[in-house]
């Protein structure tokens, strides 16, 4: 066991995936989805990596903020 909190921190984009549950199923009417899922490969890593029992940090950084 380390001294650190984490074993992994990770940073980049963190985007949300969602999935049709139908085959086919069109995006401009409603319709059934299945998720979040991560998104964004610093995302997918981070989510991996915890899911074999690193504990991972992800560090966000605000957008657009002003100064």
Known sequence: MSDF???I???GEMLAEFVAE???QRFD?????QGPF???A????ASQAARMGARVAYACLPTGAKR
């Open 5 to 7: 909190a984490f074993d």
């Open 9 to 11: 921190v990770t940073a």
């Open 29 to 33: 009417a409603p319709g059934r989805f």
């Open 38 to 40: 991560p998104g964004g």
């Open 42 to 45: 610093p995302a997918i890593f």
């Open 22 to 24: 139908r085959p086919g």
